[in-house]
């Protein structure tokens, strides 16, 4: 309850002026008799306001004093005391920072004594000292009073700046090892007939292991064992098994004392599922064959700590050899590659801006990147070898591996941020990573680290600064000290030796480290303002490429694009400026060939990756105004055509960056999810761009040869994929071309005409270039190639009156106008509606026709040695599949259903389960076999930059599709099982929908 203004005592104003939140609680605390001495004592006060939580204090020391029991010889030592200022700030420093131990002091009320020294020897304790300090303990609950007794000084010097976090953490490391000794102690003693069997060693890993672990920790710890001398190997190990799991109970069980903390030994060769406890010779095995990088990563920190030593010695001296060549290894890169993804997936999306662990610019990631330096560069250099994370960064600057404004940044960062979670942990003594989100929590915290004017803003600010320079150093520690190498622009530096620089590339995923270097030296040598913004742009840059399946096609081809633009003023600043355009850039430039060689062929469309609007694709109408505007500019038909390339190059480029960054996703524009929807906006994009592409030649070509007026009025229908909206980047256009003579034309001249139009058509496509080919493929018109190229629309009615085949009703279900006189199109489409959505749907005998020709298909057209479960277009599940069984049903229900009277597959397949003729559970099934067999086909012509209907053989193009497809590194094999999993079960509804089987 608030107290008047006017009736404030002077001790209630003096305790607002301390930092008490509650001071009406507070003074009615210090009334009590039995804190007489702290009211009268300004000192006391003074005491309790330097701590992080006054009112915590205050409450923790009158539950201490109460506790007691009364005794007058131990209040009159407490009082005595707590007038010494060394014992008084550090024991009101606990009380005012960790609950927790306030109420292990409330049950056992003369722990507080173990705060008394404050001698030289007892600031930085070791394993001898804690283990003085559990002698005594002989069992789980007298060893967690012991522990936490020791834990009090620990935390007191925290709090008091006695120590800082290194020594803490360190020390802490060193409580856990002493523990884990008692721990083993008092399993041995239950059970002397095991322990006389056996030798066991305990390697602590983590933390633990590195001398850096936290107030509440899970202690990772790896067994080694061995048969005594005389003693059955199978039996010492059963032995060894039942003492390790007894100490690993002693320290994780609850009891009446709580708990001390879990150990952890699924780190171990094969994790949970592999055995406790295993022999040296067996380690050895499983490390030699089959561990994988990361469980080299966190033998860096394996430290025998107890047990036998001299074994455990053994296991470290053994390994080491195999840590040290884990970045020679086949798999590493890929391996390096899935680490360096953010483990990001199983924490909560409230919870992600607050994890200083995990979280963007937490400890994760400077763990992680000096373990990989420790690993690429440890090897020759035996001074990184350290299991400590400070230590391992100190060594990395000293021996020029890391940049020193870098690594000081960066060790700055990593103190504050656990120092953080240290005093975030103490609180309570529980395991968190997680920033409090309550002011009162957050108030304690920043007090406890220093900042008292504004606490919760100073902590807020200082955190996220140090995290932000995390997340920017976490790139550029790998990459910058490579361009110094190259640039020498600070004589007398310690820089990268060209060997080092090569290891460091290679073990990022570059194939050929000289070639990268020659690279890199030509961007950012020399003191021009252009190669000080690469300087800048590349450290970040370099990460991107390494992320991809090719580095080194992205390191080249930035190079390229940079030798083409470097010179013009907006190309280095759109990169350094526009937000995303530089990881868009790098993104593109290292997914394949397709969207490097157009923009080669078009360096001035890096623009359009400066604005996320710039990769929408164009409509139609838009895209066939500007090719027919750019025709009409130009000088003759073949020019005109070369103009109307350009434009296609262009949109190509859009296209495919918008897919790949799509894809792929950035910072700040996550990967697409819906699979379906990015096959939808490449097969509207590109074909609306063919579509655009022939308006244009078509004008061309009528403009050179008769001016402003054709004889005879002349319509190209899209056919197939082209009529379906479904084009890849690589496909042909199908098409027929129909005619009609205008009036006071004879129908030879008109035939004439329209013939000499679509060769002309033909020939200007086929003129060389190195864009993308646009094949213009008229097979599907009747009679096919025997026939006539163009008809006219009495012919077409004729031939389907007369001669029209099953086949063709369903090939016109794709037919669809694209360009040319569009009222003769509609009249095309008005003639062969009844021919493709047949009145009462399809007879018996057609229906076995297409079944036949179906399964004639299957059996002669699927390349000879391609295997039919991998096939896109004609293999087991695939496109043809699909499509055969939607058009099927369309043949036999679109006279009665409107909604499959469409050319898209997947709109009918829609509309046919919305009919209720195909149940949802299945149409979900074709479709996604439909999407998954388009995107393989996109991301293959995307990365080799030719179609193919099959994925690639080589291995570093077959990642590339996987990473198209949103497959981490080293999950190519994850890939082709889905593949052939979803394709197989499309096929098994292909079967009895369309075979009836």
Not at 109 to 125: F, I, K, N, R
Not at 333 to 343: A, C, L
Not at 717 to 731: N, V
Request: proline residues 5%.
């Amino acid at each position: 309850m608030s107290v008047p203004q006017g009736r404030r005592s002077s001790t209630f104003t003096r305790l607002l002026r301390h930092g008490f939140t509650d001071p009406s609680a507070a003074e009615r605390l210090l009334d009590t008799p039995d804190l007489s001495a702290v009211r009268s004592d300004p000192l006391l006060l003074d005491a309790l306001g330097a701590t992080a939580d006054p009112d915590l204090a205050l409450h923790g020391l009158v539950r201490l004093v109460e506790a007691q029991d009364g005794d007058p010889e131990r209040r009159e030592l407490l009082d005595t005391l707590l007038t010494a200022k060394p014992l008084r700030d550090r024991l009101l420093g606990v009380l005012g920072a960790s609950e927790a131990l306030a109420d292990h002091l409330a049950r056992h009320p003369l722990d507080w004594q173990a705060l008394v020294t404050y001698e030289p020897s007892d600031l930085h304790p070791g394993v001898e000292e804690f283990e003085r300090g559990l002698a005594d303990a002989a069992d789980p609950v007298s060893l967690r009073v012991s522990y936490r007794r020791c834990l009090l000084s620990i935390a007191a010097r925290d709090v008091c700046g006695t120590t800082d976090i290194a020594q803490t953490a360190a020390e802490l490391a060193d409580l856990a090892t002493a523990t884990l000794r008692a721990a083993l102690a008092i399993a041995q003693t239950d059970a002397p007939a095991d322990a006389a069997l056996c030798r066991l060693a305990v390697i602590a890993m983590g933390k633990c292991g590195g001398h850096e672990l936290n107030y509440v920790s899970d202690v990772d710890v790896i067994f080694v064992g061995e048969a005594a001398d005389g003693a059955d190997e199978g039996k010492a190990l059963q032995a060894a098994t039942r003492l390790a799991s007894h100490m690993m109970r002693i320290c994780s069980e609850t009891t009446i004392e709580g708990t001390i903390w879990p150990v952890d030994a699924n780190l171990r060769p094969e994790g949970r599922n592999g055995p406790l406890v295993r022999t040296l010779s067996s380690h050895l095995a499983y490390y030699q064959r089959w561990a994988k990088t990361w469980e080299f990563q966190a033998l860096l920190k394996a430290r025998p700590v107890a047990g036998d030593l001299p074994l455990g010695e053994e296991y470290v001296r053994t390994l080491a050899p195999l840590v040290w060549q884990a970045a020679e290894r086949e798999n590493f890169v890929p391996d390096v590659q899935k680490m360096r993804k953010r483990v990001v997936e199983n924490i909560p999306a409230g919870e992600l801006d607050r994890e200083l662990k995990l979280g963007p610019g937490g400890l994760r990631d400077v763990e992680f990147a000096v373990q990989l330096l420790q690993l690429v560069h440890g090897r020759a250099d035996l001074s990184l070898r350290s299991g400590t994370t400070l230590d391992a960064l100190a060594a990395l600057a000293d021996g020029g591996y890391v940049g020193r404004v870098d690594a000081v940044q960066l060790d700055d960062a990593y103190r504050f941020l656990r120092t953080l979670e240290h005093r975030i942990q103490l609180y309570r003594l529980r395991r968190t990573h997680l920033v409090p989100e309550d002011d009162a929590d957050l108030r304690r915290t920043g007090r406890s680290m220093g900042m008292r004017t504004e606490p919760i803003t100073e902590l807020h600010r200082a955190w996220r600064r140090h995290t932000s320079v995390v997340r920017r150093l976490h790139e550029k520690l790998f990459y910058r000290p490579l361009l110094d190498a190259v640039a020498q622009l600070a004589p007398g530096e310690t820089r990268l030796s060209t060997g080092a620089a090569r290891e460091r590339l290679v073990a990022l995923g570059y194939a050929d480290p000289s070639a990268a270097l020659r690279h890199l030296e030509a961007l950012a040598s020399g003191v021009s303002r252009k190669a000080a913004i690469q300087r800048t742009l590349l450290p970040v840059l370099l990460g991107w490429f390494a992320d991809s399946a090719d580095p080194d096609a992205g390191l080249l081809n930035f190079r390229k694009v940079s030798d083409a633009l470097g010179k013009t003023p907006w190309y280095l600043r759109l990169l350094r400026d526009e937000g995303a355009a530089a990881e868009n850039l790098a993104r593109v430039l290292s997914a394949g060939r397709l969207a490097p060689d157009l923009l080669m062929r078009a360096p001035e469309a890096v623009a359009l990756l400066g604005d996320q609007r710039g990769l929408e694709p164009r409509g139609h109408a838009q895209l066939e105004q500007e090719v027919l505007a750019a025709v009409g500019r130009a000088d003759g038909a073949e020019q005109a055509v070369a103009a109307a390339r350009g434009v296609r190059r262009r949109e190509l480029f859009r296209t495919s960056a918008a897919d790949i960054i799509a894809s792929y996703g950035t910072e700040d524009t996550p990967a697409e999810a819906d699979q379906g929807a990015l096959v939808d906006r490449v097969g509207g994009a590109v074909s609306d761009l063919t579509a655009a592409t022939l308006a244009g030649t078509l004008r061309a070509v009528v403009r050179e040869g008769w001016g402003d007026e054709l004889p005879t009025r002349f319509a190209i229908i899209a056919m197939g994929r082209f009529g379906g909206h479904e084009l890849g980047y690589g496909s042909d256009a199908d098409v027929l071309f129909v005619h009609e003579p205008r009036e006071g034309v004879d129908d030879h001249q008109a035939a004439k005409a329209a013939h000499r139009v679509v060769s002309e058509m033909q020939r200007l496509l086929a003129l060389p270039s190195a864009d993308p080919p646009l094949l213009i493929d008229a097979d599907l018109r009747p009679e096919g190639k025997s026939g006539p190229l163009v008809r006219s629309l009495k012919s077409y009615e004729a031939y389907y009156r007369r001669w029209s085949l099953v086949w063709e009703s369903q090939a016109l279900l794709r037919a669809e106008p694209v360009a040319g006189d569009l009222d003769l199109g509609r009249a095309f489409i008005d003639l062969i509606d009844p021919l493709r959505y047949p009145a009462e749907g399809l007879g018996e005998d057609a229906v076995r026709e297409i079944r036949r020709l179906k399964a004639r298909m299957e059996s002669e057209r699927l390349p000879r040695g391609a295997d039919p479960t991998l096939h896109t277009k004609l293999g087991r599940g695939g496109l043809s599949d699909v499509e055969w069984t939607v058009q099927l049903m369309q043949l036999q229900q679109g006279w009665a259903e409107p909604g499959l009277r469409t050319t898209r597959t997947r709109e009918a397949l829609a509309a046919a389960c919305a009919a209720e003729l195909i149940p949802a559970e299945e149409a979900a099934i074709l479709d996604e076999a439909w999407v998954m067999a388009s995107r393989v086909r996109g991301a293959v012509m995307l990365v080799r930059g030719r179609p193919g209907d099959t994925f690639p053989s080589d291995g570093r193009e077959l990642a590339a599709v996987g990473r198209y497809l949103g497959y981490d590194p080293g999950h190519v094999g994850d890939m082709l099982d889905d593949y052939r999993r979803a394709t197989r079960r499309a096929r098994a509804i292909m079967e009895e929908r369309f075979y009836g089987a």
